[in-house]
């Protein structure tokens, strides 16, 4: 049986993914990812959930920093544009650092206000692996996504700073 350990933050991963959150939270306001691509180690897994309705969703794990950026460049950059993402929560484990984010805004056309959680592993100043968790918590029969109030509900204040202008 393996055996759970814990370990004290890694202060230069709370760093990097910081950065790669700021990255992310920039690209989701403006569609412009770079910063949180130039981030990305060469070989990278990346796993997103893009709803199996999206033309081309990726599935499952990317890999590849190559791929990454074709999929942020591209389809992803039209979906996600305009979105505010704020980083609630963190907590970390050696390399590795969690974000519990909101999310509200527009997303391919559709109002959004839900919850995510962002998984960063970090090696070697770059990220690793990025896993990205959603819980669809607000919902509308017209849309399928729904009213902002209620996420904004969950979370008291960000403890991460808003996106900074590219």
Do not use: C
């Not at 704020?86 to 050696?94: L, S």
């Not at 962002?118 to 690793?128: K, N, P, S, T, Y």
């Not at 960000?158 to 900074?164: C, E, I």
């Amino acid at each position: 049986m393996t055996r759970l350990e814990v370990l004290p933050p890694d202060a230069r991963a709370l760093e990097v993914a910081q950065a790669a959150f700021a990255g992310l939270q920039r690209g989701a306001a403006t569609g412009e990812w770079g910063d949180f691509v130039a981030l990305l180690a060469d070989d990278v897994r990346i796993m997103i959930p893009v709803p199996s309705t999206e033309p081309g969703a990726p599935e499952g794990v990317l890999r590849g920093k190559a791929t990454a950026e074709a999929m942020f460049g591209s389809h992803h950059e039209e979906q996600v544009r305009g979105a505010r993402l704020e980083g609630h929560r963190v907590a970390a484990n050696g390399p590795l650092v969690v974000v519990e984010a909101r999310v509200e805004g527009n997303l391919g056309g559709e109002d959004v206000a839900n919850h995510f959680v962002f998984v960063f592993e970090v090696r070697d100043g770059l990220i690793a692996s990025m896993y990205e968790y959603a819980s669809w918590t607000a919902k509308s029969d017209e849309s399928g996504w729904g009213d902002p109030s209620f996420a904004r509900d969950a979370f008291d204040a960000p403890v991460l700073p808003g996106p900074v202008p590219a």
